[in-house]
């Protein structure tokens, strides 16, 4: 069974961090991108950090480029999201997804595969 787990959200002032992870369970990781999406109310969900497992390479969106950063850690199986500087408008639910590496590099954008159940995160002025 296919299982990806995101963790690490909670309540930040502006200008705060914090360290997302998720746990990724029952699909190969070298045959899978992996990305972190988010959510705000009343929007559509965002690509923000979409890795390739192919290249290495990391797409992030113009909104959180310099302030976030993917990383991961295939033997742990973990991948993170390091978010930095945070801001009110990065308030939302945060997912990380995985979708098959058909492609060297994927478009970030929510057509993945498989998906976990989020973790919200709340930034305050």
């Known amino acids: 069974e296919v299982q990806l787990q995101a963790s690490g959200g909670g309540l930040v002032q502006t200008g705060g961090s914090l360290r997302l992870s998720c746990t990724v369970s029952?699909?190969?990781?070298?045959?899978?991108?992996i990305g972190w999406f988010r959510q705000a109310p009343g929007k559509e969900r965002q690509g923000i950090a979409c890795?390739?497992?192919?290249?290495?390479?990391?797409d992030y969106a113009d909104s959180v480029q310099g302030r976030f950063t993917f990383s991961s850690d295939k033997a742990k199986r973990m991948a993170y999201l390091q978010m930095n500087n945070l801001k009110t408008e990065d308030t939302a639910v945060y997912y990380c997804?995985?979708?098959?590496?058909?492609?060297?590099?994927?478009?970030?954008?929510?057509?993945?595969?498989?998906w976990g159940q989020g973790t919200q995160v709340t930034v305050s002025s």
């Open positions: 029952g699909l190969p990781l070298d045959d899978y991108h």
């Open positions: 997804a995985a979708i098959w590496a058909q492609w060297v590099r994927p478009r970030c954008t929510p057509e993945y595969d498989h």
């Open positions: 890795h390739s497992s192919r290249n290495g390479r990391i």
